[in-house]
């Protein structure tokens, strides 16, 4: 079905403050503030029609682009949720027989003595996140869900099993929840 407009509008709540500038949106609230750049979106458009309204709109859109209107809307709610509450993942540290070790040295996150290896893993850590890790759990926060994200998924793949029988040995740092402030999000079904 062809349309010839479709928009998406959001309301940003007191304690936000935004700039639009073009496609360019910054976000300041309590926790501090997210910009990012949506200058990839070819056929769509931001405005502020009215105090504390983002107006995201496409005229004659293509399929593409009403998926690109829902994309926009989610990580500009995205930021606007990280400057007001933040994100929080933990991670649990698995092991069977060899016990992993973490440790957080400058911005370097060091994983030692896994499955028994005398080598350390080093997983760089990445923008702007609070890594804390205990001898059970790795605890990742921010106010940028993409950084925090991106921070869990690179200490995951760095404690991933290879070539071996996965059903066998699963030892490895795994997210197991998420949080937005104190809301609980995501979590392992048990």
């Known amino acids: 079905m062809k349309y010839a ?16 500038d073009g496609k360019r949106v910054e976000v300041k609230g309590p926790k501090g503030t997210i910009a990012r750049d949506f200058s ?66 400058n911005d370097v996150l060091e994983i030692s003595n896994y499955t028994g290896e005398r ?20 605890v990742i926060e921010g106010i940028d869900k993409e950084e925090v994200s991106l921070n869990a998924g690179r200490i995951q793949q760095a404690a991933k099993v290879r070539f071996k029988d996965r059903r066998v040995f699963q030892d490895g740092i795994f997210v197991y929840e998420k949080f937005a402030g104190d809301q609980l999000l995501w979590h392992v079904k048990t």
């Open 119 to 138: 080598g350390v893993r080093l997983v760089p850590i990445l923008g702007n996140v609070k890594i804390t890790a205990t001898k059970e759990s790795v």
């Open 40 to 105: 990839h979106a070819k056929n769509v458009e931001l405005s502020s029609p009215a105090k504390g309204k983002i107006l995201i709109e496409a005229r004659f859109p293509r399929k593409a682009d009403l998926a690109m209107l829902g994309t926009l809307e989610g990580h500009i709610k995205n930021m606007i949720l990280g400057v007001t509450v933040g994100f929080t993942y933990k991670m649990i540290i698995a092991y069977s027989h060899f016990p992993l070790t973490v440790k957080i040295n």
């Open 5 to 20: 407009y479709s928009k998406r509008e959001m309301t940003v709540p007191d304690k936000v403050s935004f700039k639009l």
